[in-house]
């Protein structure tokens, strides 16, 4: 069973109960699974657009300042973990042209879907850059090399423990450079580490960027924290050269074989191994486990 304890995480949510601790503490686990996470970022989809105060909130604009001149060469940008997109949407103030490409992906469909009808209405022609889908970074529905740029904003933060699995994913996907801005376990007070270690958060990330082939070039401290026991670092990391991806061709692979994906009668389909994915109002549900195995699609239309 996919989620034995919605019920459950469901009543801690409508208690005002931590989410993800109570469902640690049902599953017997000591760090967060994509489950988890899911589940705990799922029921709280549209808090982030309610106490959205307008893309120059100071984060932001820190942010921004240091990730426009990271894009200015890239066409191709994804923003893992892009939950509401109330971040993307602040760096097309700071940060992105019209000629950028946006990709955003998250674990969580409610969290896109408040995400898309928000963008519509605050800015339709950004809206329809911005190209959506349910994908957990362990296992990005990105073809091989296939973006400039990656990059993140407090949503590796949850995946403590599976550090490298999640920046291994992000590597395959990016040729060029990655941008980080999470918080560093390292760097942080006592306190704040009690308060990362109670939450199942990142550690380590300099060593984990290295063990995967990453170079970090720069580990910057955002001057004006938003949340004091959290302070947010920007790790910007370059990758080795490599060819870039068929120019035209759409980013998107299936997230089980990495092939390519074809709209298909209302789904996505990869044909080359009979797999095909929903597409939920409007937003393609990309994840391994959302699957559905139809060898034989079309065959009998
Ligand atoms: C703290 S929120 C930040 C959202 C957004 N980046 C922002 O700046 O507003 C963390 C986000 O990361 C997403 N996330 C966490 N782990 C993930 C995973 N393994 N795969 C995909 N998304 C994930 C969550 O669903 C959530 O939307």
């Known amino acids: 069973m996919k989620h034995p304890h919605i019920i459950e995480a469901v009543k801690a949510y409508r208690e005002g109960r931590n989410i993800s601790e109570r469902l640690r503490e049902l599953l017997g686990v000591e760090t967060n699974t994509p489950e988890i996470i899911e589940i705990a970022y799922d029921l709280q989809a549209g808090s982030y657009i309610e106490n959205f105060t307008g893309p120059n909130a100071l984060y932001y604009r820190q942010i921004g300042e240091i990730l426009a001149p ?49 963008l519509d209405r605050q800015d339709a022609a950004l809206s329809s850059r911005v190209k959506l889908a349910v994908g957990d970074m362990m296992a ?49 007070s006592p306190e704040g580490r009690a308060r990362m270690d109670k939450h199942g958060y990142i550690r380590g990330l300099p060593e984990a960027i290295a063990d995967c082939g990453g170079a970090l070039r720069e580990k910057i401290r955002l001057p004006n924290p938003t949340v004091a026991l959290n302070p947010t670092y920007a790790f910007v990391i370059e990758l080795p050269a490599t060819e870039a991806a068929e120019a035209g061709s759409s980013p998107f692979a299936c997230p089980n074989t990495g092939g390519v994906l074809e709209y298909k009668d209302g789904f996505l389909a990869c044909a080359a191994a009979g797999l095909v994915y929903p597409i939920l109002k409007g937003i393609p549900v990309l994840r391994a486990d959302a699957a559905i195995l139809a060898t034989s699609f079309d065959r009998f239309d």
């Open 70 to 118: 990271l894009v200015a060469g890239g066409q191709t940008i994804l923003d893992v973990g892009t939950g509401e997109c109330t971040t993307l949407y602040s760096m097309s103030r700071h940060a992105f042209s019209t000629d950028h490409q946006l990709y955003g992906c998250d674990i969580s469909w409610s969290r896109l879907r408040a995400a898309r009808t928000w």
């Open 140 to 188: 990005l529905p990105f073809q091989d090399k296939s973006i400039d740029v990656v990059w993140t904003s407090h949503a590796l933060e949850p995946n403590g423990g599976r550090e490298r699995e999640a920046l291994r994913e992000i590597f395959r996907v990016t040729r060029k450079t990655v941008c980080l801005f999470e918080p560093s376990y390292e760097d942080n």
